[in-house]
């Protein structure tokens, strides 16, 4: 069974841009997080998708938004990039809610220049 | 709000002898917690996880980890390092009802010949 794909796997984009990131969870898995890694803060929750329906959201400005789709697919948007953005984009996947573990795909490397 | 804390940001070890990385996490009721291992340029991989079903976890690669409620630990452990693990290890916790992962800053686990 394929594993969690992202895409792109880089991304450099300038100041000011937006940028959206993609997931693909693995297939029969419902349920989508997105974490940020830098080195600084280190591994932060952004927000986890279940059913199309946002279920949790972390402590990140609006700049910050997701969806998913109906095939559990999701996307991560981020406008008005700013140098701090840059950042590792983790997405994760698992198979239901509540007790499953989640599976990591490589991540998005994103610099923002 | 929970947390949890790895005691050394890094560990070195010989090969074959035991591998000790420390997590303790704050929580008032007993929640999910997980390691993970992260190779360069990766994502994150899933070692282990406890979910109240045993105290005493055992994962892949010959990790293992034991939940101890009374000091808030869940450490992890390996009886003979290998120069393959090598990489960086993340505790995390999730709340339950929740999804969202909270992590350590992480262990860099540096393996000498």
């Known amino acids: 069974k394929a594993g969690v794909t992202q895409t792109p796997r880089y991304l450099i984009k300038t100041r000011g841009q937006q940028v959206t990131l993609s997931c693909s969870p693995i297939s029969g898995h419902r349920s989508v997080s997105w974490y940020q890694q830098t080195p600084g803060q280190g591994l932060q929750f952004l927000f986890e998708?279940?059913?199309?329906?946002?279920?949790n959201k972390g402590n990140f400005p609006g700049r910050f938004s997701g969806r998913q789709f109906s095939n559990s697919r999701s996307e991560m948007n981020v406008s008005t990039l700013e140098l701090g953005d840059s950042a590792l984009y983790l997405c994760?996947?698992?198979?239901?809610?509540?007790?499953?573990?989640?599976?990591f795909g490589p991540g998005t490397r994103l610099t923002v220049t | 709000a929970q947390s949890v804390t790895q005691l050394g940001s890094h560990v070195s070890v010989s090969e074959g002898a035991l591998v000790l990385l420390r997590c303790n996490y704050s929580?008032?009721?007993?929640?999910?917690l997980f390691w993970y291992v992260q190779y360069p340029n990766q994502g994150l991989q899933l070692l282990l996880k406890y979910t109240s079903a045993a105290t005493l976890v055992k994962g892949i690669n010959g990790f293992e980890a034991e939940f101890k409620k009374s000091e808030t630990s869940f450490h992890l452990t390996k009886p003979s390092a290998h120069m393959s693990d090598a990489a960086e290890y993340f505790c995390a916790v999730s709340p339950t009802g929740r999804r969202a992962l909270t992590f350590g800053s992480g262990t860099r686990l540096q393996v000498q010949p």
């Open positions: 994760a996947s698992s198979l239901a809610w509540e007790g499953y573990e989640q599976y």
């Open positions: 998708y279940f059913s199309e329906t946002q279920r």
């Open positions: 929580s008032s009721v007993p929640p999910y």
